[in-house]
């Protein structure tokens, strides 16, 4: 453990493991972004597999405040005492989520506000778990509750990252999504952040320069977020192809 660090720094083989590990995962999104010619539409789910997703974040929520609650009763109750650390990431998680929202209700406007705020809602939702989800993996290994380490880190971390997993399949939900070149690149870039992170510990980011790559990384997953709800270029203001006029020729037959 370093100091009072809420994880223990990646180091060895672990590190070069890790590090390995996303920079192959970055390489095979950034290849993918560059064999994908076109947007491609997600597939929409039907109304039952909509109440599925949302029942199931639902409970994943519940779990994890559940969880989190019972693991702090159990620290209080052993006298244990805990200390919040200054926290210079929250502001700039807010901040970012904030923006976000703003630019694709206004990007999604000419689609009515129904979908521009349900695009706004999902994107909003979706980005800081982006960040979250392969985050939180690759720190809980690393993790040591106070309380029984074995049990709570699989207690604490599987309902927070089946609830990151739930929240970003929001996007599906709305027709304005597409999947992007810029999609995947962002998303390759926010790992090779992280494997940069790696080549220094994957250290808690308090120093500026696991701060400065924290920042970097999470803006890099807001991005990608919003690349999903960039307007299509037939409500961009292009022109879409007039149909044809059939001739009287055809017309005719």
């Known amino acids: 453990m370093t100091g009072s660090s809420p994880w223990v720094n990646y180091s060895g083989g672990a590190e070069i493991v890790l590090v390995a590990v996303l920079i192959a995962a970055a390489a095979a999104l950034a ?48 006298g244990l005492t805990h200390h919040p650390r200054t926290d210079d990431v929250t502001p700039v ?7 976000l929202f703003i630019i694709i209700a206004v990007a999604q406007r000419s689609r009515g506000w129904r979908v521009a ?19 939180d993996l690759i720190i809980m290994p690393r993790t040591h509750p106070v309380i029984d380490p074995g049990l709570y880190r699989v207690v604490l971390f599987v309902p927070l990252v089946l609830t990151g997993i739930l929240t970003v399949a929001w996007v599906s939900l709305s027709p304005a999504v597409r999947v992007r070149r810029a999609t995947l690149w962002c998303l390759a870039g926010m790992l090779a952040a992280f494997a ?24 890099l997953a807001l991005a990608t977020a919003l690349s999903l709800f960039l307007p299509h270029r037939s409500h961009a ?17």
């Open 237 to 253: 203001g292009t022109p879409e192809p007039a149909p044809a006029i059939p001739s009287r020729e055809t017309v005719s037959r």
């Open 196 to 219: 940069a992170w790696g080549l220094i510990g994957f250290s808690y980011p308090s120093a500026p320069a696991p701060l400065a790559l924290n920042d970097l990384s999470k803006i």
């Open 31 to 78: 290849y993918a972004g560059i064999r994908l010619p076109l947007p491609a539409r997600l597939p929409r789910p039907g109304r039952t597999a909509t109440i599925i997703i949302l029942g199931a974040w639902l409970l994943a929520v519940i779990a994890l405040v559940a969880c989190v609650h019972v693991y702090l009763t159990q620290v209080s109750e052993a």
């Open 93 to 99: 998680t807010l901040l970012g989520t904030a923006v």
């Open 117 to 135: 705020l349900g695009s706004a809602v999902a994107g909003a939702a979706a980005g800081p778990w982006i960040f979250e989800v392969p985050f």
